[in-house]
């Protein structure tokens, strides 16, 4: 008797060769290994044994040579190191910004609307009545005669101004934004990885910024004990270190970069999960890890309230559920007239992508 043999369906997999499939997981593992190639491929190794991802048509050393051939890593003929290449980087970037912008549009969660619709440079996908005051150009025809051929008939047509509709386009604003990223060592404290997920979102902001919105400035400062900025093709690289949180650098980095900016438009956004414990005098570092810090604390409110007065709002993305270090956070955001979200870290991107997003959109009338 000839029957049906019936498999588990995966759609992820659906269309994609053994190949494609394993370049999804490798540029997930390069995520979580800082880049390291060797170690991302020994944990394909580990999971090959232990989940079968390959089959006797096609194993691990095939998929190594693959990537070797279509450029996705170079190995070192001398020394036997083998780096991933920029089209790697580029490729954890894009899918770091498919992983999170994917599940931002379909979901509601941290939608934070605060702009109006007008006239501008994107099409809005909803359509509304036409009102007195509204252009030619605003009128969507299609729908308009659509509309015109339901309420009159087919055979008597004609339009009438209760057939219009109108669809909507927001103007697209020009920003420089600074992404300030906490390096500290409470990032990966009490067996929670915090700066993966971190990474993620400012590879997928850089991405976005890149692709979408290539008139706007995307810069990335990293901070320790001190600050420094970082290219957007280091940021698979990043890892954290044994520093403290001198937020007070970071925040001086990114004001001195957004001075040279020539967009009027300009905020910070920072993701953090720990109180600022740091400070540096000088040469000197002065540091301090048992509660808030009034010497510290003070100076991050004098830039949060410089900050508002050159107009740039600050975005804090607190990854921690402390009250009195939320207490703090609230106390400079007030002082800066900015924004703060107290964000778990699978919805860190939701959030951010959302903010950023209405954050570009401006009421044209």
């Known amino acids: 008797m000839i029957g049906h043999h019936f498999t588990k369906f995966d759609p992820r997999k659906e269309g994609k060769t053994k190949f494609e499939q394993l370049l999804d997981v490798f540029m997930q593992l390069l ?51 083998i780096k991933i290449t920029s089209k790697t980087e580029q490729g954890i970037r894009k899918r770091s910004l498919e992983e999170i912008f994917g599940k931002l549009k379909k979901t509601k969660t941290g939608d934070h609307h605060t702009f109006k619709p007008g006239g501008g440079d994107e099409i809005n996908p909803e359509t509304r009545p036409f009102q007195f005051g509204d252009t030619l150009e605003q009128i ?43 390096i500290s060592h409470s990032m990966i404290l009490y067996g929670e990885d915090r700066i993966t997920p971190a990474k993620k979102v400012a590879m997928a902001l850089s991405e976005l910024i890149t692709t979408k919105y290539p008139k706007d400035t995307l810069d990335i400062v990293v901070f320790g004990n001190d600050a420094w900025p970082v290219e957007i093709k280091d940021l698979p690289y990043l890892q954290v270190g ?36 740091c400070l540096k005098i000088g040469k000197r570092y002065y540091k301090n890890s048992f509660g808030l810090d009034r010497r510290i604390t003070n100076r991050c409110l004098n830039l949060a309230a410089q ?36 964000a778990s870290l699978d919805r860190l991107g939701a959030f951010i992508f959302r903010d950023f997003e209405n954050g570009k959109r401006k009421t044209v009338y």
């Open 31 to 81: 995520t979580y290994t800082n880049g390291d190639v060797s170690e991302a491929l020994d944990w394909m190794n580990q999971l090959d044994k232990e989940y079968e991802l390959t089959n006797n048509e096609y194993g691990m050393g095939d998929f190594i040579d693959e990537l070797k051939e279509k450029g996705y890593i170079q190995e070192n003929q001398v020394s036997g190191e």
């Open 140 to 182: 969507d025809f299609t729908t308009s005669i659509r509309n015109a051929q339901i309420n009159h008939g087919i055979e008597s047509f004609n339009m009438q101004e209760d057939d219009l509709a109108i669809r909507e386009t927001d103007f697209k604003s020009q920003t420089s934004t600074v992404l300030m990223i906490d």
């Open 307 to 342: 900050c508002k007065k050159l107009k740039v709002p600050i975005t804090t993305f607190m990854i921690a559920t402390d009250p009195y270090l939320q207490r703090f956070v609230q106390e400079f955001t007030e002082t800066n007239s900015g924004k703060a979200f107290f």
């Open 242 to 277: 044994p520093y403290h949180t001198n937020t007070v650098a970071g925040l001086e980095m990114a004001m001195d970069i957004l001075r040279r900016r020539k967009n009027p438009n300009k905020q910070i956004f920072m993701i953090t999960d720990g109180k600022p414990t």
